[in-house]
């Protein structure tokens, strides 16, 4: 059995294994570190992107008093985030959300933060606008955005293996490709979330914490 996620390589898996992806067992612990300087205490978090649910689910074990909202624009990989979650009760069951729609029909709530990690250059730019457009709807007047991935700096990779990995991405789709970080800060402040802070981490990689209004961040040390 092969299951596409939202990664780039498909994943074989048996009928006694569920769907996992390497990367999320190197990153998981370096994006919950930074997660830990902006969840609240209490409150909901919605994912976007799941894919299998890994991250999201070690997150709920990081912070047990958060409810985790897992979803995905394909429903094929649900199957795997109710299975890891299944004796996990501060995780809701996962729901459909095409980030490329001009609207969004499941109903609304608002959440504290929005995460997206590994998305936005495996997508078409539409996803990314989705994104934010969502978040400006859903995400609490002193709640966040939180993106993870590659990106490019000032239209420049930060590295070598970056530059190889673009290539690839546009090889397989034109509509691909590692984002900009000027483009990403333009287009989350065009819809209210004018603060942003950038971590930098292993594998080339980023964190960016957006921020629905201007604020000093109350990061806890």
């Keep these: 059995m092969i299951a596409y996620v939202r990664c780039h390589l498909p994943i074989y898996i048996s009928e006694m294994e569920l769907p996992s992806y390497p990367s999320t067992l190197r990153n998981r612990v370096f994006i919950s570190n930074v997660l830990g300087f902006y969840l609240p205490k209490n409150g909901c978090i919605l994912e976007t992107a799941s894919g299998t649910g890994e991250h999201l689910c070690f997150f709920s074990e990081e912070f047990p008093l958060l409810h985790w909202q897992p979803s995905d624009k394909s429903s094929d990989l649900f199957w795997a985030i109710s299975e890891r979650s299944k004796n996990k009760n501060n995780i809701k069951e996962p729901i459909s959300i095409d980030l490329t729609c001009k609207s969004f029909k499941f109903k609304k709530k608002k959440f504290d933060a929005v995460l997206n990690i590994n998305m936005i250059h495996i997508a078409p730019w539409d996803a990314c606008i989705g994104l934010f457009k969502l978040a400006s709807e859903m995400v609490r007047s002193n709640g966040f955005v939180y993106l993870y991935g590659p990106f490019k700096v000032a239209g420049v990779h930060t590295s070598a293996s970056n530059n190889r990995f673009d290539a690839s991405l546009k090889e397989r789709n034109a509509a691909w490709g590692v984002r900009n970080i000027e483009d990403v800060v333009s287009?989350?402040?065009?819809?209210?979330?004018?603060?942003?802070?950038?971590?930098?981490?292993p594998a080339n990689n980023k964190s960016i914490i957006f921020k629905k209004r201007l604020t000093h961040f109350k990061v806890k040390h």
Excluded at 187 to 201: N, R, S, V, W
């Design 187 to 201: 287009l989350a402040k065009g819809y209210g979330f004018p603060q942003f802070e950038i971590h930098d981490m």
